[in-house]
């Protein structure tokens, strides 16, 4: 079975940066997209940004275009987090789906292996 961990998240003033990662382990298959998605107290799950398989493909939520940057490097995967805001405050959740042509969908019942998220507070 595929696992997901992800780290990195903790506290930020509104302007600053940070980066958190998904690490994959146990039953990783071959090839599988990867999604980040976020939920806020009292909201639904928002999907953020994606990433496929070899990378070649990338998708971004109008709300973080030019703010959030998706990456992979072997079994993680990073969202660089830049210019944040109050309103990106959420727990990060990644998500995984197996196979070579699965897309970059930021819908979450796209997914099938999801790890226990990483809280990221944005605040004065």
């Known amino acids: 079975q595929l696992q997901l961990v992800e780290s990195g998240g903790g506290f930020v003033q509104p302007g600053g940066s940070l980066r958190i990662s998904c690490a994959a382990s146990?039953?990783?298959?071959?090839?599988?997209?990867v999604a980040w998605f976020r939920q806020a107290p009292g909201k639904e799950r928002e999907g953020v940004s994606a990433?496929?398989?070899?990378?070649?493909t990338t998708n971004y939520a109008d709300s973080v275009k030019g703010r959030f940057t998706i990456s992979r490097d072997k079994s993680t995967v990073y969202l660089q987090m830049n210019s944040l805001q109050p309103e990106d405050t959420a727990v990060y959740y990644c998500?995984?789906?197996?196979?070579?042509?699965?897309?970059?969908?930021?819908?979450?019942?796209?997914?099938?292996?999801w790890g226990q998220g990483t809280q990221v507070t944005v605040s004065s």
């Open positions: 146990g039953s990783t298959p071959a090839f599988y997209s």
């Open positions: 990433i496929t398989s070899i990378g070649s």
């Open positions: 998500a995984a789906k197996g196979g070579l042509f699965a897309p970059a969908s930021l819908t979450p019942q796209f997914y099938d292996s």
